[in-house]
């Protein structure tokens, strides 16, 4: 197992997350993380898009429908 953050291979497990899934954290970076997310990040250009669409004064409820994001 490698660190996502400085690819480093000093790892230890550092508890579970909400749906029990173990946690690690690297011992040279101290970064938590998870071995395989079931989330995925949200992309630049989706960030840009809803900027944009936010500028447009367009509901917080139609922009989670257009790009398919959680409203947090």
């Known amino acids: ?3 996502p953050h400085c690819q480093g291979d000093r790892v230890v497990k ?7 899934k173990p946690k690690w954290m690297c011992k040279d970076c101290r ?8 989330q995925r990040r ?3 250009e989706t960030k840009q898009m809803i900027d944009a669409l936010l ?3 367009i509901s917080l409820a139609g922009i989670v429908r257009v790009t ?3 409203p947090r």
């Open 68 to 70: 398919k994001v959680s």
């Open 55 to 57: 500028l447009e004064r």
């Open 14 to 20: 550092n508890g579970t997350i909400h749906t029990g």
């Open 1 to 3: 197992m490698q660190c």
């Open 31 to 38: 970064r938590q993380f998870v071995a395989h997310p079931t």
């Open 42 to 44: 949200v992309s630049d």
